[in-house]
């Protein structure tokens, strides 16, 4: 009854703002949203229904249903003026897919004003000349730098797009670079040192009525930090592997005192082929050495191989162990768990990456990372860029 409700409703709307939903959709997905076949739906409903009468009612209503996270809320009412309204059409960066006005009749809200621009207007977004070149320039930066934003808030297999995939594959090396440069900078408190820590001498002052008594200073890291990654190439990560290869190069390439692994049915030291300053002649030689990859998992024998041959030639008292993997082993559970305890004896931190972690209604159920939870530091997604930038903090403190 319900369902034939609803679909009674949605025909009211006619074929021309089925479409035009349809095409906000995936306006949406392009943009970042995680929106589907449900919330489609439940758009067309709230076309149908007495919110549609007036645009200050339509657009929250399709901001409470379409918007998921904080970026997401921040994002829509930019993406509906745009689409909706034609304003605003230069900020958006992927703004497509749907009917222009030689395909479709444009057909505006039920009862809405008419729009200041044609509806199909941001279907082709194109820079508008301005005055001067200047002007031109500046907004060029803008969006060159809200795309990079945008790709590093996007999940990594919804990035489809050659170009944006090699652009997202450039921010991950340079976030590499970054965290490295970050991290030597970084000082810590010392009683003794060279430059005095102003921020905590005024924290410590307050005690005192504002008078600097007791000085604090700062003194640079004696030991830098180690990081030894150990990446999951199976099948059921290839929709990330390209993009966790390219900051494995950046990682190798940047720190120094960083060592990598390449595991699926078995383990793969792949530190000297990433150092290679060319990308492409790294990942193929990679490729080569790690044949098999992209076959099933058997993280427990990887750990126990990387354990016995490897842990004590690249593991010290400062060394982070950082694992990739979706968790999903093929070997026996105990076996993983065994690895880990052994592991975790070795190293200063343990930090374990599930890019499914990211995804909605995730649990990590798996027999594997079930097992490997109780001896993990930090537990984190890594979907997309913004998640591994937010290891920067945890890594600076060990």
């Given at each position: 009854?319900?369902?034939?409700?609803?679909?009674?409703?949605?025909?009211?709307?006619?074929?021309g703002?089925?479409?035009?939903v349809?095409g906000f959709?995936?306006?949406?997905?392009?943009?970042?949203?995680?929106?589907g076949?449900?919330?489609?739906?439940?758009?067309?409903t709230?076309?149908?229904?007495?919110a549609?009468?007036?645009?200050?009612?339509?657009?929250?209503?399709?901001?409470?249903?379409?918007c998921?996270?904080?970026?997401?809320?921040?994002?829509?009412?930019?993406?509906?003026d745009?689409?909706?309204?034609?304003?605003?059409a230069?900020?958006?960066?992927?703004?497509?897919?749907?009917?222009?006005?030689?395909?479709?009749?444009?057909?505006?809200?039920?009862?809405?004003?008419a729009?200041?621009?044609?509806?199909?207007?941001?279907?082709?977004?194109?820079?508008?000349?301005?005055?001067?070149?200047?002007?031109?320039?500046?907004?060029?930066?803008?969006?060159?730098?809200?795309?990079?934003?945008?790709?590093?808030?996007?999940?990594?297999r919804?990035?489809?797009?050659?170009d944006?995939?090699?652009a997202?594959?450039?921010?991950?090396?340079?976030l590499?670079?970054?965290?490295?440069?970050?991290?030597?900078?970084r000082?810590?408190?010392?009683?003794?040192?060279?430059?005095?820590?102003?921020?905590?001498?005024i924290?410590?002052?307050?005690?005192?009525?504002?008078?600097?008594?007791e000085?604090v200073w700062?003194?640079?890291?004696?030991?830098?930090?180690?990081l030894?990654?150990?990446?999951?190439?199976s099948?059921?990560?290839?929709?990330?592997?390209?993009?966790?290869?390219?900051f494995?190069?950046?990682?190798v390439?940047?720190?120094?005192?960083?060592?990598?692994?390449v595991?699926?049915?078995r383990l793969?030291?792949?530190?000297?082929?990433?150092?290679?300053?060319?990308?492409?002649?790294?990942?193929?030689?990679?490729?080569?050495?790690?044949?098999?990859i992209g076959?099933?998992?058997?993280?427990g024998?990887s750990?126990?191989?990387?354990?016995?041959?490897?842990?004590?030639?690249?593991?010290?008292?400062?060394?982070a162990?950082m694992?990739?993997?979706?968790?999903?082993?093929?070997?026996?559970p105990?076996r993983?768990?065994t690895?880990?305890?052994?592991?975790?004896?070795r190293?200063?931190?343990?930090i374990?990456?599930?890019?499914?972690?990211?995804?909605?209604?995730?649990?990590?159920?798996?027999?594997?990372?079930?097992?490997?939870?109780?001896?993990?530091d930090?537990?984190a997604?890594a979907?997309?860029?913004e998640?591994?930038?937010?290891l920067?903090?945890?890594?600076?403190?060990?």
């Open positions: 009854m319900m369902s034939a409700a609803i679909n009674s409703a949605t025909d009211t709307l006619g074929a703002m089925r479409r035009r349809a959709v995936r306006t949406l997905r392009d943009n970042g949203f995680r929106v076949l449900t919330e489609t739906r439940d758009a067309l709230v076309l149908a229904s007495p549609a009468a007036r645009p200050s009612s339509l657009q929250p209503a399709l901001r409470s249903l379409f998921a996270t904080r970026s997401d809320w921040q994002k829509f009412d930019e993406i509906f745009a689409f909706w309204r034609g304003r605003g230069r900020r958006i960066q992927q703004v497509s897919g749907t009917p222009t006005a030689s395909q479709a009749p444009a057909r505006r809200l039920p009862g809405a004003a729009p200041e621009g044609p509806l199909g207007a941001p279907d082709h977004v194109q820079r508008q000349g301005g005055a001067e070149s200047d002007s031109a320039n500046r907004s060029g930066r803008r969006e060159g730098a809200a795309r990079a934003e945008l790709l590093a808030s996007t999940d990594l919804h990035i489809t797009d050659p944006d995939l090699t997202a594959h450039a921010l991950a090396e340079r590499a670079h970054r965290m490295r440069a970050r991290l030597t900078r000082d810590r408190a010392r009683r003794r040192g060279r430059r005095i820590d102003l921020r905590r001498t924290h410590r002052s307050i005690s005192h009525g504002g008078t600097p008594v000085l700062r003194k640079r890291k004696e030991k830098p930090l180690r030894v990654m150990l990446l999951d190439a099948g059921s990560m290839s929709l990330y592997t390209a993009f966790f290869v390219r494995l190069h950046g990682v390439d940047a720190f120094r005192e960083a060592e990598a692994f595991f699926h049915t793969a030291h792949v530190s000297a082929s990433l150092r290679d300053r060319d990308v492409g002649r790294a990942v193929d030689r990679l490729s080569l050495m790690a044949q098999g076959g099933g998992t058997r993280i024998d750990l126990a191989d990387f354990n016995r041959w490897h842990a004590r030639r690249v593991i010290n008292s400062r060394t162990v694992i990739v993997s979706d968790g999903y082993d093929t070997g026996e105990d993983l768990a690895e880990m305890r052994r592991l975790r004896r190293c200063k931190r343990i374990w990456l599930n890019p499914l972690l990211g995804w909605n209604d995730y649990s990590p159920a798996a027999r594997g990372m079930q097992a490997a939870l109780p001896h993990i930090l537990f997604s979907h997309n860029l998640s591994l930038a937010a920067e903090p945890y890594l600076a403190k060990i």
